[in-house]
Structure formats: C-alpha cells, structure tokens
C-alpha cells in the first residue's frame, strides 16, 4: 500500500543546518524512545539513500514542511520550492511564513500560493517571541488562508513552546472555532494533549490531526489508532516525522495497527491528497 507521508525533513539545504541534523547525539536518543534504530540516510545525510528507504516502504511523496522558527531553525521558501521543483512527483512544498508583520505574512501567503505551495505552516511556540496559537497577531493569517482556502498546519504538541501551555489545546480551539472554513492541522497531534486533542477533533470538523512520531510507543497511543479507525479516519493523516524516525520502520510497524483496510487506505494516502489537492493519477497512484 502507498504512502504519502505529511511530515518529513529531507537532508537538504538549511535543514542540515537544523537539530533534526546538526544534533544527531539528540535526534538518535529520540529515535530509541520511539523504538526505532536511526536511518542510514540520517546518519549520511544521504537524500539518495532517502529516496532509495521510501522506495523500500512504499513512500510515494512526502511532505516537506518550511519553517520560520528561532530555536528551532529556519528554510526559506525559495529553498523548499527550488527542492520541489526539482522532485516535481516525489516531494510537495508546503510555506511558512513570518508573523511579525502582518502585512508581510499576508504578501508571504498571496506569494506561496501563486508558486503552487498546498499549505502553510506556523509555529507559534517556537518563534523568537513565542506565541500562543490564539494570539490575535496570527488571525490575519488565518482569516486570509480561509479565504484562500489553503490549509495551515500549526505545531501545536511535542517540544512546540518553552513550556507546556504553548501546546494547550484550549488555544487550537479557540482558533478553529473561530475560522470554521479553515481546514487546520494539529502536527504532532497535540501530544501529550491526546484527549483534549481529539475531543477538539470530534466537535470541530475542520481540524485534523497528525501526530506523527508522538503515535510511536508513547502514552496515548492507543487512542489516537482508536480515533483513526473510527470517527477521525477521513480526518487523520500518516506522517513519519523524519529523520526523528526512519521512512522505512515507521511505515513497517504503522502498517501493522490494528486499523481496518478501508480507513488505514484514507490514513495513509488518501487524506493527504484530499486535503493538499493531489492529483493521485499524476504521481502514479491508482484506484
């Protein structure tokens, strides 16, 4: 079964300038806490030997995600589009932008979807003045991506804020009750928020989640499959998160949850392309 995978950092560019790279001793512990052994082509920063694992797991494209995020690092838009360009059928771009100024995240969102950019991501607890996720400097970027139709994906779980109420999912709610038509996603699916993340998801249809490494062998796992096979299944998306886990045994070990067939299809490929607008027929896959 194919794969489009939405969370995944290629050794490219700015990123090998980023943690995910640059501190391998760390990114390597994390990937042992999940229960995985570090890909070779993370260990290399080797983009053939990327390509050559998501062959292997049956990763169609994967979803490279640009930042605008202090602490974290940062990769320009030119740069993900260059790379995109490049890889026309493997890999999809999504923007971000910088919220400071307002009139320039929205100039940043108009430019990003005239170069075909499916999303835009925002990071608001890892900017260099960290935001909560309802800061009312970030709702002209919402407004704007509503009336555009162009989904934003927000990190809102994990390590996305120096503390833990940056990740609180009272402020996501706020926000998708606010912008009912903006189809939101919650990247690392909200965690450790597991209940509260998907209580939002229930009462809100236009949020999604995607928890991606947070669903490997951490508490709360159990609910997020549960949800994903039931309620969620054509609102949950498949990301790897790499290189904090590898292409290959990510997809191996995700592929053996106990989700039935018809919604593990929608998980893993289906949803993404619904969502980003992906022509399954031009990337090869069928039916």
Known sequence: ?????????????????????????????????????????????????????MDDAGVTMGVVIGRC???????DNSEILEFVREHPKRF???????????????DQISQAVKN????????????PLPMLVDDR?????????EDLDIPVIIMTGGSAGPDLSYTMPVHFDRVAADFPQLKLVVSHGGWPWVHEMIHIAFRRPNVYLSPDQYLAQLPGSDDYVRAADGFLADRFL???????TPVKGYADWFRKLPIR???????????????????????????
Do not use: W
């Not at 990937?31 to 890909?39: K, N, S």
């Not at 999809?92 to 929205?106: E, H, K, N, Q």
């Not at 400097?137 to 991506?145: D, G, K, T």
């Open 69 to 75: 995020s202090g602490r974290l690092g940062s990769i």
């Open 261 to 287: 067939p018809e919604s593990m299809e929608k998980v893993l490929y289906r949803n993404a392309a619904k969502l980003l607008r992906i022509d399954l027929n031009e990337i090869g896959i069928h039916g």
């Open 137 to 145: 400097r970030l709702y002209p970027i919402y407004a704007q991506c």
């Open 116 to 127: 075909g950019f499916r999303a835009i991501n925002i990071e608001p607890g890892s900017y």
């Open 238 to 244: 498949y990301g790897s998160s790499y290189p904090f």
């Open 1 to 53: 079964m194919t794969i489009i995978d939405f969370r995944l950092r290629p050794p490219f560019g700015a990123y090998l300038q980023m943690a995910v790279y640059a501190d391998a001793e760390r990114r390597d512990r994390i990937t042992r806490i999940h229960g995985f052994e570090p890909a070779e082509s993370a260990l290399e920063k080797s983009l053939p030997k990327l390509i050559e694992e």
């Open 92 to 106: 999809i771009g999504v923007a971000s932008v910088d919220p400071t100024s307002r009139r320039a995240a929205c």
